[in-house]
């Protein structure tokens, strides 16, 4: 099990998130939602993103590891997430999860998504994702409405990747 990330048993992930207060963003108990979620996506060298119900939380934030970005040292943060926008084109995709460890599948997913949400100090924006990032938004936003990608994926294998740190 990973460290702070509950596994597919955990009724949280099956729960449909509540929203975060608009008047909650910036205040402490979200900071440190965050920063939980970011301490433990960090410990994770295969996860790209997470979602709050994977560290047992049922609000509707999710996380873009700073990975996937050259130029941030911080995670991209999504807080009531909507998206607004998906490409009638499909894709079809490998796909894993952290709460779902070693077991992946084939999904389908549109091949762009846009994504409106709240950043960490309350400003909304938008977010055009295409390719890996489309496919984050909606495992995420998936989550935040209490589905996993198992419950839609073909092809499931067991798979235990590993990943070398030369650090």
Known sequence: MTKG???KESATLRKTSAPVLLSDIGTTKISKIISN???ALASCPDGVAIAAP???VSLRIFLVSKKLFSDSD???VFINPEIIKLSKKKMTLDEGCLSVRHIYG???RADKATVQAYD?????FNWNGTGLMAQIFQHEIDHLNGILFIDHATNL???EIVIENND
Not at 120 to 124: C, D, F, P, Q
């Open 120 to 124: 960490e100090n309350g400003n909304r």
């Open 37 to 39: 979620m970011s301490t």
């Open 157 to 159: 294998h067991e798979h």
């Open 74 to 76: 911080s995670d991209a």
């Open 5 to 7: 990330i509950v596994q």
């Open 54 to 56: 994977q560290i047992g």
């Open 106 to 108: 084939q999904t389908k």
